[in-house]
């Protein structure tokens, strides 16, 4: 069983940051691609950043481009997301992802996406 721990998430006031961890743990795992996800109440679920296995391929949603940095520790199978200049706009349920694609792709669509988070909540106070 492999599991996916979320941390980092809190309260914040607009225009702070906050730094998102992922921990891979259980069965022996190397995770694939992995991304962020994120639902605000309301609004469907929405990838915010996702990387690549190797090559170091990002994407990045329009809305965080220049705010977000999404990076990735393979050796300890730990996922970030550093969010600066943070808007109230950016309050949802952040969620990690990953799959068992080890190629050079990231991916967006969360159908990829086999192994999931709990979520933690990031709010956004104006």
């Known amino acids: 069983q492999v599991q996916l721990v979320e941390s980092g998430g809190g309260l914040v006031q607009a225009g702070g940051s906050l730094r998102l961890s992922c921990a891979a743990s259980?069965?022996?795992?190397?995770?694939?691609?992995m991304g962020w996800f994120r639902r605000a109440p309301g609004k469907e679920r929405e990838c915010v950043a996702a990387i690549s296995w190797i090559g170091g391929n990002i994407y990045y949603a329009d809305s965080v481009k220049g705010r977000f940095t999404i990076s990735r520790d393979n050796a300890e199978n730990t996922l970030y997301l550093q969010m600066n200049s943070l808007k109230p706009e950016d309050t949802a349920v952040y969620r990690c992802?990953?799959?068992?694609?080890?190629?050079?792709?990231?991916?967006?669509?969360?159908?990829?996406?086999?192994?999931w988070g709990q979520g933690t909540q990031v709010t956004v106070s104006s």
């Open positions: 259980g069965r022996t795992f190397s995770s694939g691609a």
């Open positions: 992802a990953a799959c068992e694609y080890r190629d050079s792709y990231y991916y967006t669509r969360d159908s990829y996406y086999g192994y």
